[in-house]
Every structure is written in C-alpha cells, then in structure tokens.
C-alpha cells in the first residue's frame, strides 16, 4: 500500500502506475502483488492551497523557523551565511501580520532552496510554491476533522490481511498515526522523506503520546536523502519509541541525483528501497 505526501491533486490510478515503475527501476525482482494507492489529496482544495488560514499562520512560522534551525546545525561554513540570513528574516515575524508573514516565510524558503544540493535539487521553482506544500502538514496538523478524514482514507484501504506500507512525507505522519488503529499486521513499514522527527511542530503534536511504533508494524525502514528539504531531522529511532516487540526505525541515508530529490519515485528507485520491498512482498 502506498500513501503518497504534500503536493497537488492526484491520479491515483497514475500515481500507483508511477510509483510501481520507480520500484521496477530499483529492482529486477519485484514480485506481483495487489497494490493499492491512498490518495488523499483532494482534502486539500484548490482555496486552501491558494491560502493560509489564520490557525495555519501560527503553525508555519515554527515549521519553516524549525527547518531552518536544523538545517543550521548541520550546515557546513559554505552555507552558514545563507542560512544566518534566513534566520535574520525570521526575527520579525510574531509581530507581522498574516499577510505580511506569508510573505516573509516565502522569501525565507526562497533562501533556503539556493543552498547548494537544494539548488540543485529544483523541486520548488520559489518559497511560496514550497510554503504552500508545507501548509498542508500543518493543516492536518490542527486536528478540526481533516486529519481524521485523511486517516480514514487509510483505513479504507488496509486488506483484511498483511500489508506492506509505503509513506512519503507526510504521509508517512498519516500512517504512523492510522497504523496505531491498525489491527492488521505490517510486516513491513517504509517512510521516505519523512518529517515525523520535527521536534516543534510535528514529533510535539503527533498521536499517540509519548510517540512509539505501532503494534503491528513488525519491521520499519526509514530513507533520507541529504538534499531532502522537509528532512531536517532523518533519525527517528532517536525520537520514537520501540513498540512492545522492540521495533524501532532503522534509518538509512540514501543520495539522489538530479532534481526533483523529495519525490517517493526518487526513492523507490533506490535499489536499497527498492529491493527491501521486493523481499518484504515475497
């Protein structure tokens, strides 16, 4: 089962098409199983996607405040001084505005997307078009139904039997939480790109507290990619609890190349992805 994260409107017949062909690239020995694609972005309107809502407003400067943090601590000195300015930018946004701190956050990630890697990357053509992706964890994130509806989708789509998860981004937020429900077995859960470990906004505010892995996941494998934006911190088994079996997440750093690096084919291309799914299926 695949569940896909931020961005726009979704074929789900074409995505599950896509996302299989990524996994045929990373691997030759892929066997035939049903798969199913969860797709829950139409929950995201064309109106919200083009606006933030004042609830949001609260929630996206701590988001990107906190990607820039974390980004900063890992920064190397070619970069300090584009991250330093990002930071500079950021000062003054508890007393802006709602309009004026949209504003500031799309300049700040429009500094953040010239590091080098993440220029390189050219998923987000500006801050804004990024900032409106990241709306949408916080949007799930408010906890006023939408987080139910999208966790529902999920639950509509587990088989009565074992089910192997794959989730990017935040959808990787969305299973963690739906799986808790999950009465099923999982033998294996894979995150790609995932920002369950975002002290502030998300890891705080993520259900059930303290965070730890679902019951019936009996094995999970975390990817990153270190040119990954919404990655900030990759490691998970350092914030989330094993479950009462001892499962933890085994994170794995994996390099992309070319652009577009925070996309689930990216990853399922991976021959290091790739082939752990294929031996989880068989």
Known sequence: ?????????????AERERWLAALVRGTADLPSV???FVDYSSEFTVSEAQGYAEAEADLLPELVDELVAELSEEAALSTSRVLA????????VAEQGPGQVVRTLANVLTTVLALPGLREAGQWASGRALLGHLAQVARYLQRDGLDIRIRTRLYEALADGP?????????????FEALHENAGIVPLLVTLGSP????????????????????CVARW????DRDDVVVARPR?????????????????????????????????????VANAIAAALR
């Not at 369950?196 to 019951?215: D, F, G, Y």
């Not at 609890?241 to 925070?262: F, I, M």
Request: aromatic fraction near 6%; hydrophobic fraction near 45%; proline fraction near 6%.
């Open 221 to 224: 494998l975390n990817y990153w």
């Open 236 to 272: 998970l088994e350092r914030r989330v609890l094993p479950n009462e079996r001892g499962v933890t997440a085994e994170t794995t750093r994996v390099d992309s190349t070319g652009v577009w690096t925070h996309t689930a084919t990216k990853y399922l291309a991976q021959p290091l």
């Open 1 to 13: 089962m695949f569940v896909h994260g931020i961005g726009g409107l979704r074929d789900a017949m």
């Open 196 to 215: 369950l470990a975002m002290s502030a906004v998300v890891w705080h505010r993520l259900a059930p507290r303290p965070p730890n892995t679902p019951a």
């Open 85 to 92: 300015d990002a930071r500079m930018q950021l000062s003054g």
């Open 163 to 175: 089910s192997v998860v794959v989730a990017h981004s935040l959808g990787s937020v969305v299973a």
């Open 34 to 36: 049903e798969t199913r």
